[in-house]
Nanobody, 125 residues
Framework: EVQLVESGGGLVQAGGSLRLSCAASGFTFDDYAIGWFRQAQGKEREGVSYISSSDGSTYYEDSVKGRFTISSDNAKNTVYLQMNSLKPEDTAVYYC??????????????????WGQGTQVTVSS
């Protein structure tokens, strides 16, 4: 059974940093792509960043480019999201998701079945 557990969220002032973790189990980590998504209160879920565990290729949405960095530690089956220069508009529940098809994470996240429970990130102004 695929399990994804996020951690690292919290309250931070604007301009601050947080590092989120997504610990994965129940599947062959190297065969999967992992994505970070977020959902602010009253808004639709949106993609943030994605990584292919097999070759390490990374992708970012424009809203976080230059501020967020995604990485993976394949030995620990964990993906990280380093978030710097945080803004109040980054406030949301952050989720990680996994699939063998990176394309689905990038373009059809509604078809992804494996999601974590989420971790709250709150950025105060």
């Amino acid at each position: 059974e695929v399990q994804l557990v996020e951690s690292g969220g919290g309250l931070v002032q604007a301009g601050g940093s947080l590092r989120l973790s997504c610990a994965a189990s129940g599947f062959t980590f190297d065969d999967y792509a992992i994505g970070w998504f977020r959902q602010a209160q009253g808004k639709e879920r949106e993609g943030v960043s994605y990584i292919s565990s097999s070759d390490g290729s990374t992708y970012y949405e424009d809203s976080v480019k230059g501020r967020f960095t995604i990485s993976s530690d394949n030995a620990k089956n964990t993906v990280y999201l380093q978030m710097n220069s945080l803004k109040p508009e980054d406030t949301a529940v952050y989720y990680c998701a996994a699939d063998v098809e990176l394309w689905l994470l990038l373009h059809r996240p509604g078809r992804i079945r494996s999601w974590g429970q989420g971790t709250q990130v709150t950025v105060s102004s």
